[in-house]
C-alpha cells in the first residue's frame, strides 16, 4: 500500500477522519493527500474560487483554505484551517474573514464540549460557547473542500482504507457536524446514488454521484472520482443556482 493510501486508512480507521496542512514548511509539511481550486459558478457565470491543501502527518492532519468571492457589488474573502489529531478528534480550527468585514472564530474541545470563540470586531473580547459534543464530530463550515473531507469520511465507513465504492454496500449514512459559522450543530445524511457519465473539463467521464441531504435544507449533489485519488470533481446545489467545478 503507498504512502497516500495508508494516509486515507489513518484518516478514516474506524469512521473517523484525521486530516492535513499549507502553513508547514520544509521537512515537516508532511505528505501532501490533495490541492487544487474549485471555481464557483452561479447561473453559468463565475463568481468566485476556492484554493485548497491538505498535507498529513504523523501526529497531525490539516486542511487549509482560502474562498474568494467576486459577485459585482457582492466581494468576500475568507480562509480557514482546520486540524485533525491522528486518532481523528479535532486539534484546533481557525476560521477568519478578511472582507467585507473583519472576523475570526476558533474551536477547540474541552472537557467535553466543543468551545467557540467568536470575534466579530477586530479588538472586542471573544464570545464563547460551549456545545456538548464529541471531539469527533465533523466540521462542515463554508468551504467544499469539507463536502470532500466528508465524502472520504462516509467512503472509508463502508469500504474501508481503498475507500473504492465498487464492491461495497453503500447505504445513507449519518455524521453529527458542527457548521462554525452558523454557530450551530446537526446531523447530515450522505447517500450513494450510483454512476453518472459526466462532461467534464470537455470530455466524457464516468463518476461517482453522491447526495447530501442536511436536516433542514435542500440536499446537494456531489460527483466524485471512481478511483485513487478519489478527487470531489463537481457540486451542484439547485436551490442557490449554483454549481462547483474543479479547475
Not at 29 to 47: A, M, P, T
Not at 109 to 137: C, I, W
Request: hydrophobic share 40%; with cysteine.
Amino acid at each position: 500500500m503507498g504512502l497516500k493510501l495508508k494516509v486515507f486508512a489513518v484518516l478514516f480507521a474506524a469512521a473517523v477522519a484525521s486530516l492535513p496542512s499549507w502553513s508547514y514548511k520544509g521537512p515537516d509539511e508532511g505528505e501532501l493527500v490533495d490541492s487544487g481550486s474549485f471555481g464557483i459558478f452561479r447561473q453559468g457565470r463565475r463568481i468566485g474560487s476556492e484554493t485548497f491543501t491538505i498535507h498529513q502527518k504523523a501526529d497531525a492532519s490539516v486542511v487549509a483554505v482560502q474562498l474568494k468571492i467576486d459577485n459585482g457589488n457582492d466581494k468576500a474573502s475568507q480562509t480557514s484551517e482546520l486540524r485533525i489529531a491522528s486518532n481523528g478528534d479535532l486539534r484546533h480550527y481557525e476560521w477568519k474573514e478578511l472582507s467585507p468585514e473583519k472576523a475570526q472564530a476558533t474551536v477547540d474541545y474541552n472537557d467535553q464540549f466543543l468551545v467557540e470563540h467568536v470575534t466579530v470586531t477586530p479588538g472586542s473580547k471573544p464570545r464563547e460557547r460551549a456545545f456538548m459534543l464529541p471531539p469527533s464530530t465533523v466540521i462542515l463550515d463554508d468551504f467544499f473542500t469539507h463536502r470532500e473531507v466528508l465524502l472520504w469520511r462516509y467512503l472509508a465507513s463502508f469500504c474501508g482504507a481503498t475507500l473504492s465504492p465498487r464492491g461495497c454496500k453503500l447505504q445513507p449514512g449519518k455524521f453529527g457536524v458542527f457548521m462554525p459559522r452558523q454557530q450551530d450543530s446537526g446531523i447530515v445524511t450522505l447517500n450513494y446514488e450510483g454512476k453518472d457519465k459526466v462532461t467534464f473539463r470537455g470530455s466524457q467521464r464516468e463518476l461517482d454521484r453522491f447526495s447530501l441531504q442536511p436536516e433542514d435544507g435542500a440536499a446537494w449533489t456531489l460527483w466524485m472520482e471512481s478511483s485513487y485519488p478519489f478527487k470531489l470533481l463537481r457540486i451542484v446545489v439547485p436551490a442557490e443556482n449554483v454549481e462547483v467545478l474543479r479547475d
